[in-house]
């Protein structure tokens, strides 16, 4: 998805396909998101990426497990959060499954050659 073509106001014009420049800001941060939530209405998808830090547990392994069962909840806390139109969500989908399945087939690759 190196190129695109800009939403124009005259939907009659057609404007020739302009490359894209991404650029990432410095003060962008990659987060690691262990669960996603999905939640679609009629004029969007709000997609929101959570992390999940498993707690730390110090002691004896009887001082573990009493720790563990006394944990009732661990924070998800959400680490970014997108919103995606409905026109652009097949896009997300396909470009998403593409890599997907190149990733598989590397994981796969790399199998086979052990």
Known sequence: MAEGTPPLEDPN????????DWQIPNDVHSRYATNLVVQ??????????FEIRPPILLGTQAEKQAALENIKTIPAICVARIVVSPAQM?????VLTENWERTQ???????ELK
């Open 90 to 94: 097949p896009e997300f989908i396909r």
């Open 40 to 49: 679609a209405g009629p004029n969007e998808f709000i997609i929101s990426f």
């Open 105 to 111: 087939s590397a994981v796969e690759d790399q199998a």
């Open 13 to 20: 014009l057609q404007p020739p396909s302009i490359a894209i």
